[in-house]
């Protein structure tokens, strides 16, 4: 195997701890790990992995840590800016990042500059920046590899039918449904924090699931897919599929299918991922197919869901309008999980903030970090 060095940045998270639950079964070196305040998590991690470094961007949590592990061989960093610093530091061939949220982009970049290999499960990362990322992996000559259950199933598809681009016809990104398939108007509309945290096939971190139960997650891998794969977005389904068996696929010129398929479970995409796309057994159980009763199908009901149909809005306007899609909905998650917004106030918010804040065409990453700013101001205001 290629990689034999990690740096797992958001080690405390749910993609995180899985993360490390791969390398240790794969054999990798942890050599450096991050996370925001879960120091007795952290301290466990420090004395089990051994890693070198350890960023905590919290600082009295970084304290704490650093009295904690006093007795290790470990280095703790700490402040906003220590997993960016990790990230360029660490001697780790692959940075692993399953950051929350915008926060991902800067260590994202940096460990591209560094020319180490990226296994992304921070989606927003592509979403708020695509253009000024994909044009540094291509500079820094270093591999990008999704760790979305979605994104590697298209991946795995196309590897496997090693054509070329123009023949593929689209790719069909499918989604569960979430824990609100099926509901009306009204119900989605006044769901409690409660019932949207009720995802029926995955467990995830609660911002992620909030995203899976108003369909933003789809928004968000739409435009997460055309940048990984160099698809226009008229050339990107999004299907229902409520059994998340199937968790991606890729349609050929001749119409001919080709689906990825596996048992719900995170570690097997991110052992993709780290592995270079190198086939290993896994710790994901076996897909059997005698008790399948049953594959469905449906389309996605975008008047009661329109994170899709925003997000598409958000890739016509351009530039800075997919961060500013994607910073207004973590300003929305945040404040509907504190009860100060209703579901269905998401969109709303998020329509508003892309037809109010003007949109730059060709951003710098300065220009990124100021159009998130202002749409957290934007969302946060209108909430008062």
Avoid at 4 to 23: D, H, R, Y
Avoid at 29 to 41: L, P
Wanted: with cysteine.
């Amino acid at each position: 195997m290629e990689n034999k060095k990690l740096c797992i940045l958001g080690s405390t998270g749910s993609i995180g701890m899985q993360a490390l639950e791969v390398a240790e079964h794969l054999g990798l070196t942890v050599d450096a790990i991050s996370a925001h305040s879960n120091i007795k998590a952290l301290e466990d991690q420090i004395r089990k992995f051994t890693p070198s470094i350890c960023a905590v961007s919290d600082e009295s949590a970084a304290k704490k840590l650093k009295i904690a592990v006093a007795d290790t061989n470990c280095k703790i960093l700490s402040g906003e800016n220590s997993a960016a610093d990790v990230a360029g530091e660490t001697c780790a061939d692959t940075v692993l990042n399953s950051i929350i949220g915008f926060a991902g982009l800067i260590p994202t970049l940096t460990a591209i500059k560094a020319k180490k290999n990226i296994a992304i499960a921070n989606k927003e990362t592509l979403v708020s920046a695509g253009c000024i990322v994909m044009s540094e992996v291509k500079k820094s000559g270093v591999r990008l590899l999704p760790v979305d259950s979605e994104h590697c199933a298209i991946h795995q598809c196309i590897d496997v039918g090693k054509n070329r681009k123009d023949q593929i016809s689209k790719l069909i990104l499918t989604a569960s449904g979430g824990p609100f398939y099926g509901k009306d108007r009204d119900f989605v509309y006044n769901a409690p924090p409660s019932a949207a945290l009720k995802h029926p096939n995955w467990h995830m971190g609660n911002k992620i699931t909030i995203d899976s139960a108003s369909l933003v997650n789809k928004g968000l891998e739409l435009i997460e897919a055309m940048w990984l794969f160099d698809m226009p977005t008229d050339k990107i389904e999004v299907i229902v599929h409520r059994e998340s068996i199937i968790h991606s696929m890729v349609q050929y010129i001749d119409n001919s299918v080709i689906a990825q398929l596996a048992v719900p479970d995170m570690r097997l995409c991110i052992q993709y991922a780290l592995t270079g796309t190198e086939k290993k057994k896994a710790l994901t159980p076996e897909l059997d197919f005698a008790k399948l009763s049953s594959l469905s199908f449906y389309p996605v009901n975008n008047d009661i869901f329109p994170g899709i149909t925003l997000a598409r809005q958000a890739i016509k306007i351009g530039g800075t309008a997919t961060c500013i899609y994607n910073s207004a909905n973590e300003a929305c998650v945040d404040l509907y999980l504190k009860g100060k917004i209703k579901f269905g106030e998401i969109y709303a918010l998020i329509s508003d903030a892309l037809s109010c804040i003007p949109a730059l065409k060709t951003p710098s990453i300065a220009d990124i970090l100021e159009a998130d700013k202002v749409a957290r101001e934007f969302v946060y205001s209108k909430s008062l």
